[in-house]
Nanobody, 123 residues
Framework: QVQLVESGGGLVQAGGSLRLSCAASGRTFRGYAMGWFRQAPGKEREFVAAITWSGGNIDYADSVKGRFTISRDNAKNTVYLQMNSLKPEDTAVYYC????????????????WGQGTQVTVSS
């Protein structure tokens, strides 16, 4: 049974930081790209960041470039999202997802999903 479990969400003031984690289990994710998406109330799920297995290819949404950093520890089957300089518009449920090999910014292209973790940024 494949599981992706997110953690690290919470309530933070604007300008603050949070670090999200996504622990994968149930199969090997060797070769899999990992992504973070978010979904705010009444909005579609949107791409945030993604990283390939090797970490050699990383991509970010324009809205988070320079503020968020994605990384992974393959020995721990865990991917991270360091979020700095948070803004109220970053408020959303954040999901991690996995797909084979290459980064894609479309949610439908991802094979496995976590249940999400809530991030709320107060002004």
């Amino acid at each position: 049974q494949v599981q992706l479990v997110e953690s690290g969400g919470g309530l933070v003031q604007a300008g603050g930081s949070l670090r999200l984690s996504c622990a994968a289990s149930g199969r090997t994710f060797r070769g899999y790209a990992m992504g973070w998406f978010r979904q705010a109330p009444g909005k579609e799920r949107e791409f945030v960041a993604a990283i390939t297995w090797s970490g050699g290819n990383i991509d970010y949404a324009d809205s988070v470039k320079g503020r968020f950093t994605i990384s992974r520890d393959n020995a721990k089957n865990t991917v991270y999202l360091q979020m700095n300089s948070l803004k109220p518009e970053d408020t959303a449920v954040y999901y991690c997802a996995a797909r084979p090999y290459i980064i894609v910014k479309v949610a439908g292209a991802y094979e496995y999903w976590g249940q999400g973790t809530q991030v709320t940024v107060s002004s």
